[in-house]
């Protein structure tokens, strides 16, 4: 609630009618603990008040730029809703169209689109920051990494964010003579800004988050998000923590300094809280946390969880009358932080356990350094295209979980009593009639690079059996929120492990071509591997996708081998017309202006694999944009 501004009268030090509140006259370690009728004068009048509390806090003011980041917030979310909506409505009127229709019909979808759009699309919504680079890493050396940079658009949103946060935050009485009251007024400003941004931390982090489905916007965004607002959030608690200290340095000096933090509970508390966030910022530094990723990880939660307990003991211990006004948002933190949590353990739950057992692991070694894993959950579980899970192996760190792209999934079927329908366009498998769907087998392709894969590659290839069944947890399926259907034309490039993600788009839209479910009428894919001998990889897969009805029609497949070891001639893949396989790397530009010469309705570009292959696609796709056509862009990505 909205209180009057609770600065105390300016003054000087000779004003003869300066007085102050008796609370004001009572320091929090001074008070008598056995009688309230003795009066202890301040030593200081003009320091002493402003080193605890409300006082010369300016209230008022925090609550309003509050209220605007909050508005802020919630007004972009409210703007990007409508912008899904209206890319659902667009996509499904041109699905409903154009679903029954041949390839070279759809010219109208193949054009139409607003005059403005190509340029937005090349300028702003697939534009890297500065020239090419977006996801390729910047390494200074093969043990220093210093991340990735972010889009242009994703530029534009944190610098708004960063930047508002900054002018509330210093939007201040500068006029005030009295340079403690201002920094009590920089203290709480800088505090309460701190734990507000908390909050949309928190819901951020989480992988149950709801908006990147409501708003088709990528856990990676929402983790790049995170990581700046974490990292604000720290600049303003370190502000919150030197404006208390300069104050309180120049009322009792250093050795009041120690007093208060060792034996005053308030004070304690959000010291403890300020030093684990400092510690978290500094673990977070992408050097740091690239090469120490998994503990990073670990450290980072049980941090994080210290901070947040420290800000709520150091917001109900303070003496203002019912505790800080922050106390019903650091609240909110927990509730969001625990919901997430609880979120996570009811999907593991569900996922992992039924009457017919426990999800059980196959961990096959796979040439090129990777493992193929098959999950075998214990009853039915809904897949789309796109989508990833997290996954634990009992006796392999299993406190530890990472995201993995789903490759191929199959369900199992059992008779049924009750009628049944089944739909293609909602699953990528025929459901048999007269059938109820019981357990679901879904498989990973996992590179072996360093910590939990490297591990898991080793130890499955020491198995005698060549092959490790254990036991094992599912988490998920999450994301998958990207739908081709609608697109006449696909295209989609893969590099190494990327694959998996492609995978799963191919056997969907072919069935959805051949029950007219789907607009598409041409797949082209593109795989960049090191070696022919990794096609072992997605073999049983790709036999299957092969022996689609019409797949020689609408797939095209290229496989790029950049290091053969041995041979071209051995095949995992035969060769023909409609399979390839080309010794070196693409030419990305010279393959979409030949797909764009061909294309079949609106088409859609998507890639998942190395950040350097990500870049040069999105490159060729902004070329693209303006010479006539429709040609959208999706990359998948996970930068940590």
């Not at 309003?64 to 972009?76: P, R």
């Not at 690239?290 to 450290?299: G, I, P, R, V």
């Amino acid at each position: 609630m909205r209180g009057p501004r609770m600065d105390h009268p300016r003054r000087g030090i000779a004003d003869p009618d300066l007085t102050f509140p008796e609370a004001l006259l009572q320091r929090r370690d001074t008070i008598p603990t056995i009688t309230n009728t003795q009066e202890v004068p301040i030593s200081n009048p003009t320091i002493t008040p402003y080193n605890t509390g409300l006082n010369g806090v300016n209230q008022p003011n925090n609550m309003l730029f509050t209220d605007i980041l909050w508005w802020t917030l919630g007004g972009l979310g409210v703007m990007i809703l409508l912008i899904r909506i209206g890319q659902l409505v667009w996509a499904k009127l041109r699905l409903v169209s154009a679903m029954n229709t041949k390839g070279r019909q759809q010219h109208f979808w193949k054009v139409k689109q607003w005059s403005w759009m190509p340029g937005l699309k090349r300028s702003l919504i697939y534009a890297p920051l500065w020239k090419k680079r977006h996801n390729r890493e910047i390494q200074l050396s093969s043990a220093v990494n210093m991340g990735t940079l972010p889009s242009r658009l994703q530029a534009a949103v944190l610098l708004v964010y960063l930047g508002s946060n900054l002018a509330y935050m210093f939007v201040l009485d500068w006029q005030q003579a009295n340079k403690y009251a201002l920094c009590a007024e920089i203290r709480g400003r800088s505090g309460t800004l701190s734990v507000v941004n908390m909050i949309p931390l928190i819901i951020f982090a989480g992988r149950n988050n709801p908006l990147i489905g409501l708003l088709n916007i990528s856990f990676d965004t929402y983790n790049l998000l995170h990581r700046w607002m974490g990292r604000m959030s720290v600049f303003e608690v370190l502000i919150h923590f030197i404006a208390w200290a300069v104050v309180q340095v120049a009322d009792d000096g250093w050795e009041g300094v120690k007093h208060k933090i060792l034996y005053d509970r308030f004070i304690s508390s959000g010291t403890v809280g300020v030093v684990a966030m400092f510690v978290i910022l500094v673990l977070s530094l992408s050097p740091v946390r690239h090469a120490f990723y998994e503990s990073f990880l670990n450290t980072h939660i049980i941090l994080a969880l210290v901070a947040f307990i420290c800000t709520w003991i150091h917001c109900v211990s303070a003496t203002v009358h019912g505790g800080l006004p922050q106390i019903p948002w650091v609240l909110a933190i927990f509730i969001l932080w625990g919901a997430e949590r609880f979120a996570r353990v009811i999907r593991l739950a569900y996922a992992n356990r039924s009457s017919r057992g426990y999800t059980t692991a196959t961990v096959e070694p796979m040439p090129g350094e990777a493992c193929r894993v098959t999950m075998h959950l214990p009853r039915h579980i809904p897949v789309r295209p796109g989508q990833h899970a997290y996954l634990r192996f009992a006796g392999l760190k299993p406190w530890e979980n990472h995201p993995f792209s789903i490759a191929w999934f199959e369900h199992t079927y059992s008779p049924s009593s009750l009628p049944t329908y089944s739909s293609s366009s909602s699953s990528s498998e025929k459901h048999p009639p007269g059938t109820t769907p019981t357990s679901t087998t879904v498989s990973f392709i996992i590179g072996a690079h360093t910590g939990f894969t490297r591990q898991l590659y080793n130890t499955a290839g020491a198995s005698p059996l060549g092959a490790l069944t254990l036991r094992a947890a599912f988490e998920g399926p999450y994301a998958g929120h990207h739908s081709f259907d609608s697109y006449g034309h696909v295209v989609l490039f893969a590099g190494a492990t990327g694959i998996t993600h492609q995978l799963s788009y191919i056997r969907h839209l072919i069935n959805g071509c051949n029950d007219r479910t789907a607009c598409t009428r041409r797949i082209t894919l593109v795989w960049i591997v090191r070696d022919h001998e990794v096609l072992e990889w997605i073999h049983p897969y790709m036999e299957q996708i092969l022996r689609l009805p019409n797949r020689q029609e609408i797939l095209r497949i290229k496989i790029f081998v950049t290091r053969p070891k041995t041979a071209m001639g051995v095949n995992v893949l035969s060769t023909s017309g409609t399979v390839q396989k080309l010794p070196g790397r693409p030419n990305v530009v010279t393959l979409l202006a030949k797909e764009q010469d061909e294309q079949m309705g609106a088409m859609v570009v998507g890639v998942c694999g190395p950040g350097g292959l990500g870049d040069d696609v999105r490159g060729a796709v902004r070329g693209m944009q303006g010479l006539g056509t429709v040609v959208d862009f999706v990359e998948e990505s996970f930068t940590w």
